[in-house]
Each structure stands twice: as C-alpha cells, then as structure tokens.
C-alpha cells in the first residue's frame, strides 16, 4: 500500500457491520503512516460531512494548490436495490449538488456503468473516438497528485467486492458482445492494495470466467502483491506511460517512468497482458528526447501486446496554465496554444492544435517502429479528424483499430473484427441499479 498520511478516515456504518469489510478497513488503517480513528457515520449523516467536516473542499485541481495533501479516505458499500435516484434526489433536497461517480460513491452507487461513446444518445460522439461499453467502478478519487487532475482531496473505497462481483456476473453473462471490462477510470485501484484486499478477487474472478477480460488502468508501481494471483491470463494491465520530467514534476506521487515499466515487466512474467498508454502526453521542453528515451525502456524490459497515443487534453490553454508549470512545456507548442484558441475553441482535444497533436503522434509512432515493426498503435480519446488525418501512418481507422480498453480489445488482436458501434448493445432486461 501506498504510504500516506489522511488527515481524516471515514466509513459508512454498512462496513463495520460486516466482519470481511471492517477486517478490510482496519488493515488500511493500520497501514497509514500515521493511523487516525475511524469516524463511523450513518446515511442520515452524509449532508454534514459535506457541509460541516468539507470532505468535498479538495476536489480542485491539484495544480493550483500550494500544497497537496494526501486524500481524506471514506470507506463505504454498492447497494444494488434500485434506489440511486432517490437517494440523489434526497441530497439535492439537502441543498447539495454533487455530480458524476463522485455523488454515487458518496449514496453507495454507481458499480457499473453504461457509457455510450459516440451512440446517438452520446452529447460528444462527433468529437471523439470512443467505443460504447459498460465500465467498471469501485473507486472515486487519487492519490497521485498529479498537478493537472481534480480528483484529490477525497479517496471514496468500496469494500463489498464479493456483492460486486456477484452483480458483476450478472452483467457479464447479459452482455455476451462485450469481451473486456475496463475497471476504473475515476480512481487509480492498485494503491490500497493488498491491504484492501478487493482488486484481488476482481482479479480472481476474472480468473474463472471463459474468453472475457479484465483491464486495470493505472500510473502505480504497486502490483507485487498481485504476482502470484490466479488470473488465468485473464487480467490486461495498461500502463499510463510518461516520459521523466512529466512524471517527476507533474505527476509526483506516481510511479516514475522506470517504476511504471519495472512494474509491468514482473507482471507480464508473471502471465498479465500488459500495454502501454502514452497519455497525457505533455510536450516538455526536451520532450522527443524523452519520448525515445521512455520507448527504449519500454521495448528492452516489456513485449506490450498494444501502446496508444494521447496528448494533454480536456481544456483551454488558460486553465492548463494554472493548473501546472506552463514553463516546462516546449515554448513553441505553448505559443501555438495560445495562439489558436478560436481554432480549438469546438474541440474537447484542446489546447493543442491539430498539427501539433499529430507532430507529437507521428514522432511517437516512428519511434515505435524502430523498436517493433507490427505492435499496433492507436490513438485513444482523440477526434475524427485526427484520426482521419493519422490513419494511413497507424495502418488502422477509427472503425477497426485496437485500443488500451476498449470492449472487444482483447489481448494480441492487430484489428477489431466487429463494427464497434454496432455491437454495442445495452441488455434492457437488467434488473439490478447499476447506473
């Protein structure tokens, strides 16, 4: 487990009444560098801790902060009785509007969710390439600190993983389309762990399913304990892969470049599918040079089965400036960025411009290519236009190339055999909350 000091440790009264879940909360206490009592709270009790004990005060960028300290942690359970929106509709009576996995964490919400990139029902479809797919959530919250992310200041851990994954077969089972299962994107898992003690048997569970996988996304060094775990070759780990300035002095409680694929070496011999995210790539001063350095290492220690492209993104120049230090980054791909706000204004692949994004992905794709000849490349959360504009170099489309987690990217596929978009089917038979 990761070492950190919270200045407050809260959990829901559903978890100390459950001998597996209190053991699971009273290890991660015990592990803390300095442990604090547990403050035990009833649902009733939910409007003070926002109001009155400021739980939600450090949600801001982390960047902005003078000093960024280790996430208060709250420990509660998934309810799985159909009662989120009523629930929700009681805070929000209370006056308090929190929004996205964050409030569904907080009401016990939220284990699975349906996300329907680029379907009709989908706001951004048009402005970029994702595939629908159910999605795994345990989690909300991080603590690795990196300058540029929202999501410190509160760690929310569930611990009822056995419900969950009972649910979790339910769903699986419905969804016969779905091949991989990305688990958590609002939260970085492996950093409670093994004292949590839940990724695990996720990992497990994996482990004795047929033909359907499990993806953890991650930043961490932290996966020793998860080595001699029955996966079954069940379990892809995807790497966010930065190059050194980028995760010293940006993403500092997060594992360094070398850390991050040390990791991934005793997993992938260990029998894990491993892959590599280059993302978000910050263009550093000396960023080419780092980028070479980071594939070398990637290629002599690893054999990734698939590595995607994805530069910094998901705001304008004005707020990536506050949210870390502007003077790291390369001044003529700053200049373009400010330079080009009403060219970026309608994108979410912003700040940088187009010509700027694709000097970044070609320069990464050749370096690539050096190391491997047939590894296949893709870019992840980017828009159509720059897929349009980068398929001939990567040798796929935005209709059939692999990703890190999408839901049919299983491991060692070259291209998707299946129409993405098609596929994708919402079983509406469920009958289990799980949104």
């Known amino acids: 487990m990761y070492d950190i000091s919270p200045s407050a440790v809260y959990a829901h009264e559903s978890v100390v009444s459950d001998a597996r879940y209190k053991a699971r909360l009273d ?5 803390l560098a300095n442990p604090v009592e547990p403050i035990i709270y009833k649902d009733e009790d939910l409007p003070a801790l926002i109001r009155d004990h400021h739980i939600l005060s450090g949600r801001v960028s982390m ?18 009785d159909g009662k989120r929106k009523e629930r929700q509709e009681w805070l929000s009576k209370q006056g308090l509007n929190v929004g996205g996995q964050t409030v569904n964490g ?8 349906w996300a329907d990139y680029c379907l009709a029902t989908d706001p951004h479809r048009n402005d970029k390439v994702c595939r629908p797919c159910w999605r795994l959530h345990f989690q909300n919250g991080c603590i690795h600190k990196c300058h540029y ?6 760690l929310i851990s569930m611990v009822n993983v056995e419900d969950y994954t009972q649910n979790l077969a339910k769903l699986v089972e419905a969804h016969p389309w779905q091949e991989t299962y990305l688990f958590e994107d609002d939260a970085d898992v492996p950093c409670l762990e093994p004292e949590l003690d839940c990724l695990g048997n996720l990992i497990e569970f994996f482990g004795t399913l047929k033909d359907r996988y499990l ?12 080595l001699k775990l029955r996966h079954n070759g069940n379990t892809i780990i995807v790497w966010s892969v930065s190059a050194p300035t980028q ?3 940006i993403e500092p409680k997060t594992g360094t470049t ?4 040390e990791s991934a070496r005793k997993c992938q011999e260990a029998g894990y599918t491993v892959r590599y995210k280059f993302k978000p790539i910050i263009p550093v001063r000396n960023w080419r040079e780092e980028a070479s350095e980071t594939i070398d290492i990637i290629f002599n220690k690893t054999n990734p089965d698939v590595i995607s492209l994805c530069c910094f993104m998901w705001m304008d120049v004005n707020d990536m400036k506050c949210r870390f230090d502007s003077s790291l980054i390369d001044p003529k791909y700053l200049s373009a960025a400010e330079e080009s706000i009403d060219e970026v204004a309608d994108t979410r692949s912003k700040p940088f411009p187009e010509w700027v994004r694709a000097e970044i992905y070609e320069y990464h794709f050749k370096e690539i290519r050096k190391r491997n000849s047939d ?20 040798g796929s489309t935005a209709l059939n190339y692999v990703c890190g987690c999408g839901p049919n990217s299983v491991p060692w596929k070259k291209q998707l055999d299946v129409h993405p978009f098609r596929i994708a089917q919402k079983d509406p038979q469920i009958q289990f909350e799980m949104l």
């Open 375 to 394: 590894i296949p490349v893709s870019l992840s959360t980017e828009n159509w236009k720059m897929w349009k504009r980068m398929e001939d170099i990567l």
């Open 215 to 226: 993806i953890i996304h991650t930043k961490s060094w932290n996966f020793d304990w998860a």
């Open 247 to 249: 995760s010293s002095a």
């Open 63 to 80: 960047g902005t902060l003078d000093k960024i300290a280790d996430p208060i942690l709250l420990f509660n359970t998934f309810r799985f």
């Open 27 to 31: 290890r991660v206490v015990s592990a």
């Open 106 to 113: 907080l009401l016990g919400y939220g284990a699975f969710d």
């Open 149 to 154: 992310c929202g999501f410190g200041g509160l």
């Open 258 to 261: 070398e850390e991050r694929i």
